[in-house]
DNA sequence: TCTCTGTATTTGTGATCACATTCTCCTTGC
DNA sequence: GCAAGGAGAATGTGATCACAAATACAGAGA
């Protein structure tokens, strides 16, 4: 009747689980749909996806279970993959749940650094060394470096709230935004962007907690808004 | 150069799709965690799933990936299966992240219906049909049929917003949710519960916009509340 | 030039086996 | 009594095959 009895053997492995190849595929499709590497409607399959990341197939079919579950791969009713497409009402749905939970999330990363000088510097710091292979991307016309920085950005500033649950939404409704982004911003190109983070960047370090809430509803609206203007499909 | 054109053999079973068993499984598996009849901690495994169905391992292993992927069950170090444990943390995230949702979700399905008599009427008629099932089941001190029905009452208001992304973020919450709810309502017996219901059917009928979202607010503070209060591991 | 049609290919799904790791439980030794 | 250890069972994962359904494609016919 010994308390919490761990095994010996996990024990000895504390923390580092043995790397599994579906989580590798998983995290790398991941990767490539947040960043919109992806365009909408574009088909996958197991196979091929097993191909081209040199795995067999049954790793690939994990993977598309675990993003087809989080909305960001689509079946048709013949059961066939694809990245999910747009419509005026997903983008308003989208739209609607960032604008609720994201500012939320950069609020809590803002009470968690509050009276901590030193930790609300650091992500001051790291966020700004961001922005600015932001505005590099922006200058250069990189629109894949842009795409990769921008979900840098938020996600490095979400991942200091250090709340899973939310970040875990928010991750699925990004992975249902990357791929309209990317095409959005390749047809108007880089010159129409504006940089919203700066706001952010200043009310973090001013300690406005709501002028950086704000920003971030701002800059999701005006994100977003560009999708539905541009009407990708 | 014809537009659109669909193949043959699926527009003959358009909509229709063949029953396929991993979403048999998952619809069963999900069913049973949200309604509650799964306590946290409670292990899972593929093979017992897939006996328990009468399935081979397959259709078992996706519907857990599914459940996975939306944070319903758990995968420890060791990975091993479980229903979702919970934490202070996590009641608070899930809190927030249902108080901004779930309100949204109700004014978008009292939008839908506004200006539309018939269709409003329909709808809080089917509402205050389930509430009153509630009532009984509160009232004979039934716990399983008290989560199974007050998890229709909510899907049934949010079901008629016709928002499927919102629809399924939340249905991820509540699947994370669904476990601790039942654990705190059979400790703590059905007699402590208040029927928060009926001021949003109230306000729906009345056409208060504003009341309807309160009263939902409240519900989901107050039924969080107790599972914080009940401190289930 | 377009439509139909039959064939070949590709696809998701289910089933089953192998394997290394982890868990369970009972024995052994003190 | 009780901790240590080891044998056996159970587990998630990966690999591979079979199969029905869906798709792609090429050629025939008008």
């Known amino acids: 009747m010994s308390p919490a009895k761990k095994p010996v053997a996990a024990q000895k492995r504390a923390g580092r689980r043995a790397p599994v190849v579906h989580e590798e595929v998983y995290a790398r499709l991941r990767?490539?749909?947040?960043?919109?590497?992806?365009?909408?409607?574009?088909?996958?399959?197991?196979?091929?996806?097993?191909?081209?990341?040199?795995?067999?197939?049954?790793?690939?079919?994990?993977?598309?279970?675990?993003?087809?579950?989080?909305?960001?791969?689509?079946?048709?009713?013949?059961?066939?993959?694809?990245?999910?497409?747009?419509?005026?009402?997903?983008?308003?749905?989208?739209?609607?749940?960032?604008?609720?939970?994201?500012?939320?999330?950069?609020?809590?990363?803002?009470?968690?650094?509050?009276?901590?000088?030193?930790?609300?510097?650091?992500?001051?710091?790291?966020?700004?060394?961001?922005?600015?292979?932001?505005?590099?991307?922006?200058?250069?016309?990189?629109?894949?470096?842009?795409?990769?920085?921008?979900?840098?950005?938020?996600?490095?500033?979400y991942e200091a709230a250090k709340a899973p649950v939310l970040l875990g939404v928010v991750e699925s409704l990004w992975l249902q935004t990357g791929p309209f982004m990317r095409v959005v911003v390749s047809r108007l190109g880089t010159s129409t962007l504006v940089d919203q983070h700066k706001e952010a960047i200043d009310a973090l370090e001013a300690g406005d907690r709501e002028k950086l809430q704000t920003a971030l509803r701002l800059d999701i609206i005006e994100g977003m808004q560009r999708i539905g203007d541009a009407d990708p499909r």
Not at 134 to 142: K, P, S, W, Y
């Open 31 to 157: 990767r490539a749909i947040i960043d919109g590497q992806l365009e909408p409607g574009r088909a996958l399959s197991v196979r091929m996806l097993a191909a081209q990341f040199s795995v067999s197939a049954m790793p690939a079919r994990e993977a598309i279970r675990r993003l087809v579950a989080l909305g960001a791969l689509e079946m048709t009713a013949t059961r066939r993959i694809m990245i999910a497409r747009m419509t005026p009402d997903r983008i308003d749905e989208l739209t609607e749940a960032r604008t609720l939970l994201e500012p939320r999330l950069a609020a809590r990363a803002f009470d968690r650094t509050e009276g901590r000088r030193r930790a609300r510097a650091a992500l001051v710091s790291r966020l700004s060394a961001i922005d600015k292979r932001l505005d590099e991307a922006i200058a250069d016309g990189d629109v894949a470096a842009y795409s990769k920085t921008n979900s840098d950005f938020h996600f490095t500033l």
